[in-house]
């Protein structure tokens, strides 16, 4: 790569591990002899320069690998830890908590609405003890940990703060990411709790109290993933997306904040489907749509706040529940296509996932995929190995030009929010995935194992299942809870969250002095819902 050297950002490997399994020699990043031809108007450019379209650092993973983080949670907080240990034990290098719907929505497990969902899809999480038990022996300080989590995304911070601070942590320290993405709950994926602008206030707390209290946590990952997987398209998936971001910093801004300042604490998520040459060409075209939103609507300067870096997960609608061993080579392409995308982190789905929450074995076998690519594929060895690709350039271009026609109509409206409360996008979304299921039934799209190569041969295959006992269990263990706290303690703690939802004070400070209280995820959000009242969906036709 003449003019350019890159000896202090190789220094993690030695140079002679880039190499091909035949011994070839790799160059970090490939380019042709005349590179200006590359450059057309600062598409390309070099990975870790604007507009990031190569990936957001120089060296990708030649310096550090991708975080493989495999999202896990289910029943109780203690079998949940169990879980969690196993597979660091295993070589995860980060956690990723995924909540039950009980949890998400607010409600407390011996709630009537949360009976039989109590530990179903995610681990559930009542109080700060069920907190500490999830991350007994897991110290916080050295691990980082991402939660899926929305609308209630503020109470599962602050919970988790409070445990760091009983570990003993410097706040500083602590590393990871909540998902804080309010605004496609309203279009994709439906656990809201309050209407969108309260909703938007909760997400600008969020980001004002990190600022000073926990510098190094990613307040928001602004999910394309539950967009696709409602049934967008990989151009919907981007443009939304990035509508979604649009409207995240201009609230932001709004509440005085500098998109300098909590820009570079920005995430986004995405899913990798099974285009694999599509989804290599979306990554690509959303970190340099983002780098020219950033830079050019909103003035950032600091090339960090200009960075989409994000976290990727395999496509939990691309599986099947019919040969469902076919599903191990689905989520290799897919999980293929996250890291020659650039992912900074990954989860891969099980096997089994289309029928079950994954058992031990199946989690480990999604693992074992994502240390396979790292460890023997070769794709880590050099960086944005696709670049050039006249196949991936035009289609990046393409995905980018489409979405970017997404944008100026959603601009039209208003921006998201209104694009949201006109069924605009909703209605977007619903049509690309009827026209995908024609597609599927009229035997124009193949899935494997469905509508053509089926098969009647029926092997059955483990599967985990969870005890009904836990949700008694649980409930049981909250009641006992609220028999045994400070009453008193935590009823003021309840008022000063009503207090501060009244006017425009922080709502942080205050809802993490009534978790250390013991005040309840649902207790928490029923003070707000006094406050901010609850989002009633309207039909769209």
């Known amino acids: 790569m003449a003019g350019r050297s890159t000896e202090d950002k190789e220094k993690a490997a030695p140079a002679d591990s880039f190499a091909t399994l035949s011994g070839l020699p790799l160059d970090a990043v490939s380019a042709p002899a005349d590179f200006a031809q590359w450059q057309r108007d600062d598409f390309l450019g070099f990975p870790g320069e604007f507009p990031f379209t190569r990936g957001v650092q120089p060296t990708m993973y030649r310096g550090r690998l991708w ?30 908590v995924a909540f039950d719907l009980p949890t998400q929505i607010g409600l407390d497990s011996d709630h009537s609405f949360a009976r039989g969902e109590v530990g179903r899809v995610g681990v559930a999480i009542d109080s700060l003890e069920d907190m500490e038990t999830l991350f007994a022996g897991i110290p916080l300080d050295r691990i980082s940990t991402s939660m899926t989590i929305n609308a209630t995304a503020a109470i599962l911070l602050a919970l988790y703060v409070a445990v760091a601070k009983k570990q003993g942590a410097d706040l500083r320290k602590l590393s990871g990411t909540i998902q804080n993405d309010v605004l496609k709950e309203y279009i994709a994926r439906g656990t809201y709790i ?21 510098p190094e ?17 990989a151009v919907q998936e981007v443009a939304f997306t990035l509508a979604n971001a649009i409207a995240y910093v201009e609230a932001a801004r709004g509440a005085g904040l500098a998109i300098d300042e909590f820009g570079p604490r920005l995430s986004f998520f995405f899913v990798a489907q099974s285009d694999l040459l599509e989804e290599v060409a979306k990554f690509r ?27 990727a997960q395999t496509a939990g609608s691309a599986l099947t529940a019919q040969q469902p061993e076919n599903n191990i080579v689905r989520v290799a392409v897919q999980a293929l296509a996250a890291v020659l995308g650039g992912c900074q982190s990954l989860h891969a789905n099980a096997l089994d996932e289309a029928l079950a929450l994954p058992t031990e074995q199946s989690a480990l076998l999604a693992l074992r995929t994502q240390q396979i690519l790292a460890a023997e594929s070769g794709v880590a060895n050099t960086v944005d190995p696709v670049g050039g690709s006249w196949a991936i350039e035009s289609l990046t271009d393409e995905i980018a030009s489409r979405a970017e026609e997404y944008l ?13 409360e006109a069924g605009y996008v909703q209605a977007e979304i619903q049509r690309a995935a009827y026209d995908f299921q024609v597609a599927v039934e009229r035997n124009q799209r193949v899935v494997v194992g469905v509508n053509r190569f089926a098969s009647d041969e029926r092997r059955p295959i483990p599967l985990l299942r969870i005890d009904p006992a836990i949700e008694r269990e649980q409930v049981e263990r909250v009641r006992a809870l609220r028999a045994r706290r400070d009453s008193d303690a935590v009823a003021g703690a309840l008022r000063e969250i009503e207090r501060r939802a009244r006017g425009e004070e ?30 009633r969906e309207s039909v769209v036709f």
């Not at 100026?408 to 949201?420: F, H, S, T, V």
Request: proline share 3%; aromatic share 10%; hydrophobic share 45%.
């Open 67 to 96: 975080t493989m983080r495999q999202y896990a949670g289910f029943g109780t907080a203690a079998e949940s830890n169990r879980r969690y240990r196993y597979l660091l034990e295993q070589g995860q290098t980060g956690l990723s």
């Open 194 to 214: 309050f209407p969108a602008r309260p909703a938007l206030r909760l997400v600008t707390d969020t980001f004002a109290w990190c600022r000073g209290e926990l």
């Open 217 to 233: 946590w990613n307040t928001i990952s602004i999910s394309g993933y539950h967009i696709r997987e409602a049934g967008a398209t």
């Open 285 to 311: 075209a959303a970190r340099r749509l983002w780098a020219r939103i950033a830079r050019d609507r909103f003035g950032a300067k600091n090339p960090r706040a200009m960075m989409l870096r994000f976290h």
């Open 408 to 420: 100026k109509r959603i601009d039209a409206m208003g921006g998201m929010l209104g694009a949201i």
């Open 506 to 535: 922080n709502l942080l400070p205050a809802i993490l002095a009534a978790v250390e209280a013991y005040a309840t995820v649902g207790e928490i959000a029923d003070a707000l819902r006094r406050v901010f009242g609850e989002y």
